[in-house]
């Protein structure tokens, strides 16, 4: 009998264990890259939808300043009538020129809230322009790392530091976003 023989049949043959040690070790590391996927997955997620709502409520906000801004036109139209119909009573040529002052001044007003309008329209156009800009940025950069890690899975050459890298690296740049999206 040779030296090899003796061991494979009695169950200690070295490479044997080693190679079932090789595979729960590869397995373990599929495990782990799966999960860190599905983590930066939930949190991109998570953090998609915060945007969303902040939009939302940001639209909202600006809907409300409209409103009130509009009252207050209405307002002040409404009034300027009343003391024009009051002072037509008594001077027919004041009354005249108080009724041009109101229509320029209501004129001016309009011109000024469509000008800022279209000035908040603008931005919000331009914030939400670079903000899919940085999501479609982060997706592929995502995308890439997926397609990093799907060809790296039957290597065992990549790692742990090196992944643990560019997550670090991913979470600065997601946190970089945040913070400049809260700044403005």
Do not use: W
Not at 91 to 97: G, L
Request: include cysteine; aromatic fraction near 2%.
């Amino acid at each position: 009998m040779k030296k090899d023989e003796t061991y494979v049949g009695t169950g200690k043959d070295p490479t044997l264990n080693v190679r079932e040690l090789l595979d729960d070790a590869v397995e373990s590391l599929k495990e782990l890259f799966q999960s860190e996927i599905r983590r930066v997955d939930e949190r991109h997620e998570a953090l998609t939808r915060q945007m969303q709502e902040r939009l939302v409520a940001e639209a909202k906000r600006v809907d409300s300043i409209r409103e009130v801004d509009a009252t207050a036109v209405r307002v002040a139209s409404d009034k300027a009538q009343e003391q024009a119909a009051v002072l037509a009573t008594q001077v027919a040529t004041s009354a005249e020129t108080l009724r041009g002052l109101v229509a320029t001044n209501a004129a001016t007003v309009a011109l000024n809230m469509q000008q800022q309008g279209a000035q908040l329209a603008a931005r919000i156009e331009e914030v939400t322009k670079n903000q899919n800009q940085r999501d479609e940025a982060i997706i592929g950069r995502i995308s890439d790392l997926e397609k990093a890690q799907n060809a790296s899975l039957g290597r065992s050459s990549v790692s742990m530091p090196l992944v643990m890298a560019l997550v670090g690296i991913l979470c600065g740049i997601v946190g970089y976003i945040i913070n400049t999206f809260l700044s403005r």
